[in-house]
């Protein structure tokens, strides 16, 4: 039904930027929310940031807020995740995720279950 592909990760040093992006194919992108969920090795998957279907309501884990910023772009069906001052903390496997979700409610768009598509993940790698 929906299908994901993360693409913008790599190599920088603390304090760089990055920007991920999400392409998603598939019929009615606009009535699916969008989540950024992160996995170092031998930790949990965790949620990052997400944004409702309608883009007006996004939310952001502690640890990146005002750092992190997410977006999208329903006419190009694509989410975007800006990642500003780069800790090596952030260093992991960002994963693009979506779900059939008009709501607002953080904790169906911030947990990891429930979310029934998901992307292969890109690499970002945070040096110190």
């Known amino acids: 039904q929906v299908q994901l592909v993360e693409s913008g990760g790599g190599l920088v040093q603390a304090g760089g930027s990055l920007r991920l992006s999400c392409a998603a194919s598939g019929r009615t992108f606009g009535n699916y929310a969008m989540g950024w969920f992160r996995q170092a090795p031998g930790k949990e998957r965790e949620c990052v940031a997400a944004?409702?279907?309608?883009?007006?309501?996004?939310y952001y884990r502690d640890s990146v807020k005002g750092r992190f910023t997410i977006s999208r772009d329903n006419a190009k069906n694509t989410v975007y995740l800006q990642m500003n001052s780069l800790k090596p903390e952030d260093t992991a496997v960002y994963y693009c995720?979506?779900?059939?979700?008009?709501?607002?409610?953080?904790?169906?768009?911030?947990?990891?279950?429930?979310?029934?598509?998901w992307g292969q993940g890109t690499q970002v790698t945070v040096s110190s």
């Open positions: 995720a979506a779900k059939a979700y008009q709501g607002i409610l953080r904790m169906v768009l911030a947990t990891t279950e429930g979310y029934p598509y």
């Open positions: 944004i409702s279907w309608s883009g007006g309501y996004t």
